[in-house]
């Protein structure tokens, strides 16, 4: 047997999967770069290949992982009553302001 020294990664890692690896990571880090662009945080895309020792040959599998930046939410006040529930408006607190009330029509004008 011939001997043909190391492929070139970018070779092997094409080849996996039938070519499907290749396209999925592909697509994995340009929305990893759009939210990275998006937000200004940063991500991260992991790829680990897995390498199985078969009786004549080795299987290799592969796994991505990806870490997107996430925008953090605002956060909202709320007021808490005696039975732990929460609420927008202090449950303590009486109205300062009756509702609004419909008023009665205008004699003579249109509605």
């Known amino acids: 047997m ?22 999925r990571v592909a697509h994995e880090l340009a929305e990893l770069v759009k939210a990275v662009d998006a937000t200004g945080k940063s991500g991260k895309l992991t790829i680990s290949i897995g390498v199985l020792r078969d009786i004549k040959t080795v299987r290799l599998s592969v796994e991505t992982r990806v870490t997107m930046p996430r925008e953090a ?20 607190q009486s109205d300062l302001w009756d509702p609004p009330r419909k008023l009665a029509a205008f004699p003579g004008g249109d509605d």
């Open 2 to 23: 011939k001997k043909q020294g190391i492929r070139p990664f970018s070779e092997t890692f094409s080849m996996l999967c039938d070519g499907d690896a290749d396209v």
């Open 73 to 92: 939410m605002e956060m909202t006040e709320f007021f808490i009553d005696a039975e732990g529930g929460v609420h927008r408006q202090d449950p303590r």
